[in-house]
């Protein structure tokens, strides 16, 4: 069964340090997410992506992010200088239209990518 | 003021119970309704999507959206103890931002 796979699983970074969290979304799909879960919080959005342009983002996603698809399979998160306060789970999901009335708008998620900043 | 409330639990029930999981919400534009399954440190897991009002079933598990009292409810029939996990809530007026509850912590005792 397809699925939405991400790199790495675990990272550990210094405050201040850039890091990039990577996501292979299922091969079909059109529409990309970031989603990020602080521990013991709930799942919040980040950023939709759709034709190789950010479709909407919360106000979380500061200058600080930044996502890029830099070739026809790979979808990556760039956290530019790191805060103690970024460390979460950051899951990326994709979907292969938009919602709509029939089973065609589900929302997939990835294992998930921990970033921890010490 | 709180997009989704969701009750954490945490939820203990024993093996075989229907379990009924719900979430309520104040944004009239949600159209869109998921529910997802998320065992410790894992990636949510779909398990029902709805659009509008109305119920949805699949197997063991039926989705139901009440849209005038802003209502969604996730009930799981002859409940296992592989159901035992954390059910999230999310919806979404334009099916792009989904909106997420807390998550409610299922345990199923053998």
């Known amino acids: 069964e397809p699925e939405v796979t991400q790199t790495p699983s675990h990272q550990v970074t210094q405050m201040g340090q850039e890091v990039i969290l990577r996501c292979v979304p299922i091969?079909?799909?059109?529409?990309f997410y970031w989603y990020r879960q602080i521990l013991g919080q709930k799942v919040e959005f980040l950023v939709s992506?759709?034709?190789?342009?950010?479709?909407?983002k919360s106000e979380i996603f500061d200058d600080q992010f930044s996502v890029e698809r830099p070739d026809g399979s790979n979808f990556t998160l760039k956290i530019r200088s790191t805060k103690l306060e970024d460390s979460a789970m950051y899951f990326c999901a994709s979907r292969r239209f938009a919602s709509g009335k029939t089973n065609t708008g589900e929302l997939f998620f990835g294992e998930g990518s921990r970033l921890t900043v010490l | 003021q709180k997009e989704v409330e969701q009750d954490p639990g945490p939820l203990s029930v024993p093996e075989g119970a229907i379990v009924s999981l719900n979430c309520t919400y104040s944004?009239?534009?949600?159209?869109?309704f998921m529910w997802y399954r998320q065992y410790s440190r894992k990636g949510p897991e779909l398990l029902m999507y709805t659009y509008s009002s109305g119920n949805k079933e699949d197997g063991r598990f039926t989705a139901q959206v009440d849209k005038s009292s802003k209502y969604i409810s996730l009930f799981i029939r002859d409940s296992q103890p592989s159901d035992s996990a954390t059910y999230l809530c999310a919806m979404s007026a334009t099916g792009n931002q989904f909106y997420f509850g807390t998550g409610t912590s299922l345990t199923v005792i053998p």
């Open positions: 091969s079909n799909h059109l529409y």
């Open positions: 992506f759709y034709n190789n342009e950010i479709s909407e």
């Open positions: 944004n009239s534009a949600f159209q869109y």
